[in-house]
């Protein structure tokens, strides 16, 4: 019995960051990272996303947005 | 069917956290914001106390159009236009008055204040004592930030002993308000405590105390690391957000009870002092507007026929 792979997909708002460095801190997998000149959020590794949404929750501009993404079980293992 | 003890057999089912709704879904619902940044500093907490307070209104399961929140002044004063409930911008401090008259005229609101520590303890301490006292069914949500942010960051009430502000550059040397254990002291039913580190912990607090009949209190630790914690050794925002991890207890069974609802004292040999996170008191009593309809009822039955019609 092949488990589903969940995934998630992470939308950052460019206009609503201001950069404050919370969101990549707190990602524990490494998710997020930043973009100079800005350093504003940018997503790197988008596959390592365990969908705890501690970045959506704690982004004080509300720039981050995780929702999941429903795939079958046949389309997860290829 | 019921067990011995009075207690129902089955349990009441558990009300299901919704942890997996989409940010802009909420926002779709509670809240009206702008397209840009809000207008706090970048990495305020007051952002991320504005995300529980919606989080924590779509688990009470309120009626937005049926939720009023009332303010002063201070860095917080532009959450109340965030949301799609209405507003009263008031004077400093008049949180908690504004809130006592606009529930006692219309009971049916979900009335909550938003306000800052400044604002609340030291401005506005005479109406929060009172309001607590009078044990109406409001809920007051007060930030503490440790300092007057939106002035410059001079010190308040609730600046810890020893820490540095604007206008105490050696440290201060009082000791500060404890703002939970003042609420317990003036009678609140139901007093809470956490900080902007939790974030779970946060919205489950604010959603209890929204669903509390009778007044409730909720002090919510969100960092100021530009006015506060810059002169403090911490000035970026996780500084502060892992000063409220290391500094916090999440059990009231893990502390001792000498050391219990210690606020934080922060100096450069001793960062260790602990303060209790959760729900610290919690006490039926008869509620202010349901006495007044009472009270009302029986001078009304007193009235001569004449007067009534």
């Given at each position: 019995m092949a488990k589903t792979k969940r995934s998630f997909d992470i939308e950052i708002s460019e206009t609503r960051c201001r950069s404050c460095a919370v969101c990549w801190e707190v990602c524990a997998p490494k998710v997020l990272s930043w973009k100079p000149p800005l350093n504003k959020a940018i997503v790197?590794?988008?596959?390592?996303?365990?969908?705890?949404?501690?970045?959506?929750?704690?982004?004080?501009?509300?720039?981050?947005?995780?929702?999941?993404?429903?795939?079958?079980?046949s389309e997860a293992l290829t | 069917m019921s067990l011995p003890n009075g207690m129902p057999a089955t349990r009441p089912a558990k009300k299901k956290l919704d942890l997996q709704r989409p940010l802009d879904e909420l926002v779709e619902m509670y809240a009206d914001?702008?397209?840009?940044?809000?207008?706090?500093?970048?990495?305020?907490?007051?952002?991320?106390?504005?995300?529980?307070?919606?989080?924590?209104?779509?688990?009470?399961?309120?009626?937005?159009?049926?939720?009023?929140?009332?303010?002063?002044?201070?860095?917080?004063?532009?959450?109340?236009?965030?949301?799609?409930?209405?507003?009263?911008?008031?004077?400093?401090?008049?949180?908690?008055?504004?809130?006592?008259?606009?529930?006692?005229?219309?009971?049916?609101?979900?009335?909550?204040?938003?306000?800052?520590?400044?604002?609340?303890?030291?401005?506005?301490?005479?109406?929060?004592i009172h309001a607590a006292r009078r044990n109406i069914d409001i809920t007051v949500i007060c930030?503490?930030?440790?300092?007057?942010?939106?002035?410059?960051?001079?010190?308040?009430?609730?600046?810890?002993?020893?820490?540095?502000?604007?206008?105490?550059?050696?440290?201060?040397?009082?000791?500060?308000?404890?703002?939970?254990?003042?609420?317990?002291?003036?009678?609140?039913?139901?007093?809470?405590?956490?900080?902007?580190?939790?974030?779970?912990?946060?919205?489950?607090?604010?959603?209890?105390?929204?669903?509390?009949?009778?007044?409730?209190f909720v002090e919510v630790m969100q960092h100021c690391h530009v006015l506060w914690g810059r002169r403090n050794g911490m000035p970026e925002a996780m500084?502060?957000?892992?000063?409220?991890?290391?500094?916090?207890?999440?059990?009231?069974?893990?502390?001792?009870?000498?050391?219990?609802?210690d606020i934080p004292v922060y100096s450069e040999d001793e960062k260790d002092v602990k303060f209790v996170l959760g729900v610290l008191h919690r006490e039926k009593k008869p509620e202010y507007t349901e006495e007044y309809a009472k009270l009302r009822a029986k001078a009304m039955a007193k009235l001569p026929a004449k007067v009534k019609s």
């Open positions: 790197k590794d988008l596959a390592a996303c365990t969908g705890c949404r501690l970045c959506e929750w704690l982004c004080p501009d509300w720039a981050i947005v995780v929702r999941p993404v429903v795939l079958e079980s | 914001i702008p397209d840009k940044s809000f207008r706090y500093c970048p990495g305020c907490g007051l952002g991320m106390a504005q995300s529980a307070i919606m989080r924590a209104f779509h688990r009470a399961g309120v009626d937005i159009t049926k939720v009023a929140t009332a303010g002063g002044s201070g860095c917080y004063s532009v959450m109340g236009h965030y949301f799609k409930s209405s507003h009263i911008h008031g004077s400093h401090g008049r949180g908690c008055a504004y809130a006592t008259g606009l529930k006692l005229a219309r009971p049916e609101l979900t009335v909550l204040t938003l306000q800052g520590d400044g604002d609340l303890l030291a401005i506005g301490g005479n109406h929060f930030f503490n930030n440790y300092n007057f942010g939106d002035t410059g960051g001079q010190f308040a009430p609730t600046t810890p002993l020893g820490s540095k502000t604007d206008t105490s550059s050696l440290g201060m040397p009082e000791p500060a308000f404890d703002a939970c254990k003042l609420a317990i002291g003036a009678g609140a039913g139901f007093v809470a405590r956490s900080t902007v580190a939790h974030p779970a912990h946060l919205t489950k607090m604010i959603a209890d105390a929204i669903e509390w009949k009778g007044f409730a500084d502060m957000m892992r000063f409220y991890k290391d500094n916090s207890v999440l059990h009231l069974s893990t502390v001792p009870e000498e050391e219990r609802f």
